[in-house]
């Protein structure tokens, strides 16, 4: 059976992810994107990967600035999450002017209220395909309201929060 890109684009859609915002430095200068392909890898020694799109400026960055942030959003940062994704029609130079930011250990920038930022540097990166698998060692784990319970999450080509099942 032959699967046609369309096939598979119609599949992941229905792998509903959480919405993150990746973030890196490099000379000075934030980049940033939207991303959902994120995951644990392992918890000794605390890493996670990324899959990050080779064309955008953000793997460059990440790929010579060895650093990167996963902020985890929230249901409030769908806006911000529109704006990282390149979605709400602002230039790629413009997606810091909105949230409050600061530098993790490692250079790349932490979202302030995200629900938790995994600050690293890059331990590996393997190019697959149109996309490279970014794997972040983590440095330090910022929690933050840990009472929130609507974590920003994207499925079936539409933003949503998950509910608690009873």
């Known amino acids: 059976m032959t699967i046609t890109p369309e096939d598979f ?11 993150n915002i990746v973030t890196t430095a490099h ?19 605390p890493r996670l ?6 064309a955008g400026a953000t793997y460059e960055a990440i790929s010579k600035g060895r650093c990167l942030s996963v902020n985890v959003l929230g249901a409030k940062h769908k ?3 529109m704006k990282f994704a ?5 230039p790629e130079t413009d997606r810091f002017s909105e949230g409050e930011w600061s530098v993790g ?4 920038p932490l979202l302030k209220d995200a629900l938790v930022s995994f600050d690293c540097i890059v331990d590996n990166i393997m190019d697959v395909g149109s996309h490279g698998i970014v794997i972040g060692l ?3 784990v910022v929690l933050n309201d ?5 974590p920003l999450c994207y499925l079936d080509g539409e933003w949503t929060t998950m509910v608690p099942v009873e």
């Not at 684009?9 to 919405?19: D, I, K, S, Y």
């Not at 000379?27 to 020694?45: I, Q, W």
């Not at 250990?105 to 790349?108: E, S």
Request: include cysteine; hydrophobic fraction near 40%.
């Open 49 to 54: 990967l990324a899959c990050i799109n080779q």
């Open 146 to 150: 840990t009472s929130v319970k609507d």
């Open 9 to 19: 684009r119609q599949g992941m859609r229905r792998l509903g992810g959480a919405v």
């Open 105 to 108: 250990c490692g250079g790349a």
């Open 138 to 140: 983590i440095q330090n």
């Open 27 to 45: 000379n000075d200068v934030f980049a940033g994107l939207t991303a959902t392909a994120v995951t644990s890898l392992s918890a000794e020694p």
């Open 79 to 81: 806006e911000l999450a």
């Open 86 to 90: 390149g979605l709400d029609g602002s």
